[in-house]
């Protein structure tokens, strides 16, 4: 491996949350290793750690070892610059979506200028739940069988670390890419929604609209969607800044 | 899934040879299933059927249900036109390699055309021998981490898999295909390896020269890196139906 390729590792990491079988977390690590990923990231895991996990490991007790355990995804998020949620489900409401090769040609673009990202799994049973999406700016689905789509938490993490290893050797993207403008980071974006729901609770604008939750969702899609970068954020913020002493 | 891009998936038999852990046998019928693959031959198989194997199908039971069970490696390759040994080793002897992104490309070509692929998979702890690669006519390899490279059997199945399917996907072969000339079926092959081998032991050629397993596989490596034509095929087998009346 070249030291020039290992930008696109390094800066990527793995979220697994609400994993129930912890043989999956060993078995997701060694998929993990295979493809040159080590950022582990275990949210509120069940029990874990456990003989299982590092059985199925299989010499990537390194990568289980050094794993970050959060208790809310949040915090497994902080310092992000693009957070992709991983989704077998086609989800009713609209999401910004991408196959796992579109989204690994981004990942090549957004890393090798240093930024993060992270790719979060979601539960065996369900996958991701709305609440656990709404904090993702893309919804990666894994292309397959139309009449049945049932990979494996660990499966899935698999195929898409073998898709990034793929698309990061081809390299055919380092030459011809500009440098991205900084995008904004997870914390700041969760600050901006906080600053964003307090300036239009403020407003009364929930009250004469419909529910809270509901506006504050599509509020969140929109700009999760856009991918804000840290300048246009700026100006959002200064325009909530702005608004909110008008109606004082 | 069209009609049309059926025949890449219907043409393609997995085969695990000498699996040790059933529940990898399970898991390997889901990954084949969550990619369209449906054909699953098993070679002397350790504890199976059990229920481990059926757990972690997780639904991919029918493909579980139509393995069809094989004493033999030469038993699970009949009728087939294209045999891959998948091996993570990267092996002393010299043998015609592709990574699993070329195989799967000649996996469009040969199967869109009807022709039988067969992809192998070895056993857990050791992957295939070298007397079942003698079997195979090209190794392919998935590529990955340099430092650690531990596929589990079902991840490989997976990655191979998902690799096939969005090469389908993409069609992108389809239009300027040429229609492959008839490769020789494994069967034939076979045969004429036995009938090689009888004629070098009638003129004595194993005796005056080096050891005669060590011979036969270097020239079954030979004719199996060219991947014979059918039409090639019986010209060396006129030949080596002329020199043995000369001989007697």
């Known amino acids: 491996m070249k030291k ?8 990527i990491r793995v979220v697994m949350v609400n994993t129930t079988e912890a043989g999956n977390i060993g078995a997701g690590a060694r998929a993990m290793k295979n493809m040159c990923l080590s950022h582990l990231y275990l949210v509120n895991p ?3 750690p456990c003989a299982m996990a590092t059985a199925r490991a299989s010499g990537a007790d390194d990568v289980l070892a050094n794993a970050v355990i959060c208790k809310t995804l949040s ?3 902080q310092g992000v610059n693009w957070i992709i949620g991983a989704s077998a489900r086609q989800r009713t409401i609209k999401w910004m979506q991408m196959d796992v090769v579109e989204a690994c040609v981004e990942i090549q673009k957004i890393t090798t200028f240093g ?3 992270a790719v979060v799994f979601g539960s065996e049973k369900s996958g991701l739940t709305n609440e656990e999406l709404d904090l993702c700016q893309v919804l990666m689905t ?11 938490v660990a499966s899935a993490i ?3 670390g073998y898709q990034n290893f793929i698309l990061n050797r ?3 993207l ?3 890419l500009n440098k991205p403008f900084k995008k904004a980071g997870f914390d700041e974006l969760e600050s901006f929604y906080t600053h964003l729901r307090q300036v239009l609770e403020h407003l009364d604008y929930f009250e004469e609209k419909r529910s809270k939750a509901l506006l504050m969702r599509r509020l969140r899609r929109f700009f999760n969607r856009a991918v804000l970068e840290k300048e246009e954020l700026a100006i959002f913020r200064g325009i909530l800044r702005n608004i909110k002493p008008f109606q004082k």
């Open 4 to 11: 020039e390729t290992n930008y696109t590792f390094d800066n």
């Open 46 to 48: 069940k029990n874990y």
């Open 75 to 77: 915090q497994a998020l």
């Open 115 to 117: 930024q993060q990202v």
């Open 142 to 152: 894994i292309p397959g069988n139309p009449d049945y789509f049932s990979l494996n």
């Open 158 to 160: 698999q195929v898409f």
């Open 170 to 172: 081809q390299g055919l």
């Open 174 to 176: 380092k030459n011809t």
